[in-house]
């Protein structure tokens, strides 16, 4: 029986090979779960099988495939105290700008974009906001620019929102249409949010921004690859006097020397780039 790390191994460059997405700098465990759910959900029997129909030629199943191995989970407003603080110590402060231009990198079904634009709203700055996101995922990205939701997740959008401690003058309720099966972000803020693709590792930077989110897929990448994008993707994206967002669980404090980098506060990890 061959060994699961050289058949994840195998099928990574291979797919590289025969399509545009390259795996081979992620995590290895992460994608073999993912591997080990895609062939029992399509009857395959098992790493070789998949091996052979990709050799083959097999386009649909590739596709299905890089489908499965992208990451799509998103949620509205997802960890509030980050919410809060780019409402209350870095909106304010980047707002100065006549254009402000944020980029959200594997932004998914649109979760955090739409969720971002919802603050410079209230910050009464959207208009002039330009927030830009991008996932190498497509479906997820068309999903993400019709920005509508099965209505069930109206109840998180609010939920999410009222857990941070703004003024509870603000409302969302003019920000979206509601049907009785979905709701939608309406079109004022649907045309600030652009979606394209991009692939993080091998994509380059989309111009200087004053605000550069991309929480929860560094976790996902092998740690030499993660310390490459921030010091060449993300760091050189970010305008000077600009904000870095990276998730809980991903600090660059014991990689690189911050000493000309500015901490926002305790607990949320909004890194400020020096004028």
Not at 3 to 8: E, G, Q, Y
Not at 102 to 115: F, I, K
Not at 147 to 152: H, I, R, T
């Amino acid at each position: 029986m061959i060994d699961p790390n050289i058949a994840t191994d195998l099928i990574l460059h291979l797919l590289k090979r025969i399509t545009d997405y390259d795996f081979t700098h992620y995590s290895l465990p992460v994608l073999q779960r993912r591997i080990d759910a895609f062939i029992k959900k399509h009857s395959l029997t098992g790493y070789s099988d998949l091996f052979v129909k990709l050799l083959e030629g097999d386009e649909g199943l590739a596709q299905k495939l890089i489908q499965s191995l992208t990451i799509t989970y998103s949620m509205f407003f997802r960890d509030p105290e980050y919410f809060e603080r780019l409402h209350f110590s870095v909106i304010p402060k980047i707002s100065v700008h006549a254009k402000i231009k944020v980029w959200s990198l594997g932004c998914a079904t649109g979760e955090e974009m739409y969720s971002l634009a919802c603050l410079f709203k209230i910050n009464q700055v959207l208009e002039r906001t330009q927030l830009i996101g991008t996932d190498i995922n497509e479906v997820a990205l068309e999903r993400a620019r019709q920005g509508s939701y099965a209505l069930e997740r109206l109840d998180e959008l609010e939920h999410q929102f009222k857990v941070m401690k703004l003024d509870r003058r603000y409302s969302l309720i003019d920000a979206i249409d509601v049907t009785d099966q979905s709701f939608s972000f309406n079109q004022k803020m649907r045309k600030q949010c652009q979606f394209t693709k991009h692939n993080i590792v091998s994509g380059g930077s989309l111009g200087l921004m004053h605000l550069v989110s991309c929480r929860n897929l560094l976790i996902y990448l092998h740690r030499d690859e993660q310390l490459r994008i921030i010091q060449d993707l993300l760091i050189p994206s970010v305008a000077p006097g600009g904000y870095l967002l990276l998730g809980s669980a991903e600090s660059i404090d014991l990689e690189f020397e911050l000493s000309n980098m500015k901490k926002v506060a305790n607990g949320v990890n909004i890194y400020q780039i020096p004028q």
